[in-house]
């Protein structure tokens, strides 16, 4: 009767039936359970927060089967998700390789040189720091622009081999051609002692 009187089921018991008494009593236990539910969720949340293991237990968001499968399509390298390399990129690979049946040979101080001659300081005294595989790099850039049919960034005045062996270390140092700092050379007395040109070492092809 207490239990009954608590949950507000308390009365005459000739008024009621049995159906309808263990109807109320399912009823108020439902009630009681769906209260006490919430904090059981709190509480075990809490323990597994505390003991670190929230993270290995979350379950997966589920994604539509479309979802999935351009997702997969696009960690496999499709034509929407792989890196794909730039105009310049591709010309410069091409301009690496060399040209066919055609090569050009300067020293490392010809490359520092050229560079002091049309105002490019900065790249001048990194060329001279170049090794030999940066020069033949350069060298193989070089042996394409004194094609007189490739167009090179040089206007008002003929291109010479000076600008070619310039415009050569500006594509391999920066990834593409550009136009000269200077398009007249400096003057030759100016120049540096560092940079004074020696014709390569024909020993060595180079």
Known sequence: MEWLAAHGLAGPLEERTRADLRRDVAIAEQNAWKDRVPACLRTLADEMVAAGS?????????????????????????????????????????????????????????????????????????????????????????????????????????????????LAAITYFEGAVRPLVRSRRRPAKNRPARFDPVPPDAAAGL
């Open 54 to 166: 929230w993270e290995q237990v979350r379950p997966r968001t589920r994604q539509p089967e479309g979802r999935i499968r351009r997702c997969a399509r696009s960690r496999a390298g499709t034509m929407t998700g792989m890196w794909k390399p730039g105009r310049e990129q591709r010309e410069l690979r091409r301009l690496l390789k060399g040209r066919p049946r055609f090569k050009v040979f300067f020293s490392k101080s010809l490359v520092s040189a050229s560079l002091w001659d049309y105002g490019e300081d900065e790249l001048a005294e990194r060329a001279l720091a170049i090794d030999d595989s940066d020069l033949l790099s350069i060298q193989a850039i070089a042996a394409w622009y004194e094609d007189p049919t490739y167009p090179l960034p040089v206007e008002g005045q003929r291109i010479t081999h000076n600008h070619v062996t310039a």
